[in-house]
């Protein structure tokens, strides 16, 4: 297996406005800090968490729309950081993205044919006629209509729009898809739809795919990794099977039992979250987790769990002191 992107030690801290005009503030947000995976060629790593985790900003770090405070991610074994014009251009192709909201990210003024056609304008792929050809394939191989190129987005459904956003996508043939949430916004019964073109298409075209969701239903059918983020940290990581079998951090029991249908725990042993997520400005002490966690003891107050493999348990890791 090639790894095909790298993070390492990836942080992004963003600075705190303070409220008093002439008092400086050294406080920042932390919503990435510290955090280490790879992803190999071909597969699907969900990224799951609670809204304010930090997995936005981690989508927007990899698709290098900012970049890191610290720490670094490579693509094919360059850095993102050092690359220069021509390398972010073919970065650019490499790496696409698929939003959230299939609602606001097409430009309602053009038509579809357009708004697919917009990438291989960018980056000059191919003539007028080239590229018209090349917009009636996409449509067909997300499943839309190619002789509906002249309409505009409202013309579709949700599903409908999302699948037009994901033929632009694929207009330039990447090699990684950054989903961010792709189907949050859509009925359930739509949703299946989308999550089974994505994997068509991910066995078609050898994509590899970031998966970002705050749902572990979702996730569960659709990666072959899944990395639980936790106030800007990874707090486990490991194949589907493990997370969803064999969890050991607390978090990830927690979001398990919050699963409302074929949750792996019984009434007896759901464990319900009690307080919200801190704040990652001034993120816990020791394990970020300790406020909420019901396994807490004395050192999870003081001392920093660090990402640990489970024995026996190859690729499966947990930042729990308790995690064996
Ligand atoms: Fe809970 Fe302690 Fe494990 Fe953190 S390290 S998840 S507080 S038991
Ligand atoms: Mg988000």
């Known amino acids: 297996v090639e790894t095909i992107i790298e993070v390492r030690e990836l942080k992004k801290h963003y600075p705190v406005k303070s409220s008093f005009p002439f008092k400086r503030t050294r406080q920042s947000v932390k919503a990435v800090d510290g955090v280490t995976f790879q992803v190999q060629r071909g597969e699907t790593l969900g990224i799951v968490g609670e809204s304010g985790c930090g997995k936005s900003t981690l989508a927007r770090l990899l698709n290098r729309l900012i970049l890191p405070t610290e720490g670094e991610i490579k693509f094919k074994g360059e850095a993102l950081a050092a690359m220069d014009k021509e390398a972010i251009r073919s970065f650019r192709k490499s790496v696409q993205m698929v939003f959230q909201n299939p609602y606001a990210s097409l430009n309602p003024r053009r038509k579809v044919g357009q708004l697919i056609e ?7 792929a191919g003539d007028k006629e080239f590229r018209k050809k090349r917009v009636r394939e996409l449509l067909e191989i997300v499943g839309l209509n190619p002789r509906h190129a002249g309409r505009y987005p409202h013309e579709f459904s949700g599903g409908q729009r999302q699948r037009i956003n994901i033929a632009r996508a694929l207009a330039l043939q990447p090699e990684v898809i950054i989903c961010d949430e792709p189907v949050s916004a859509l009925d359930v019964s739509i949703q299946a739809q989308v999550l089974n073109l994505l994997k068509e298409l991910q ?7 970031v998966f970002i969701s705050h749902d572990l239903n979702v996730v569960r059918y659709f990666c072959d990794r899944i990395a639980v983020m936790y106030l800007g940290k990874i707090v486990e990581i490991g194949s589907w099977e493990e997370i969803y079998n064999n969890p050991r951090h607390p ?27 801190p704040s990652p400005v001034n993120p816990p002490k020791g394990c970020r987790f300790h406020q909420r966690c019901p396994f807490a003891k004395e050192i999870c107050k003081t001392t920093v769990p660090h990402l640990k493999e489970i024995k026996n348990h190859a690729g499966h890791k947990a930042a729990c002191h308790f995690a064996e």
């Open 118 to 124: 917009e990438p291989l304008v960018i980056h000059k």
């Open 203 to 209: 066995a078609t075209f050898g994509l590899t795919y």
């Open 251 to 277: 978090y990830t029991k927690a979001l398990l039992s919050a699963v409302p249908k074929e949750s792996p725990f019984t009434q007896k042993e759901r464990l319900i979250l009690s307080g919200d997520v």
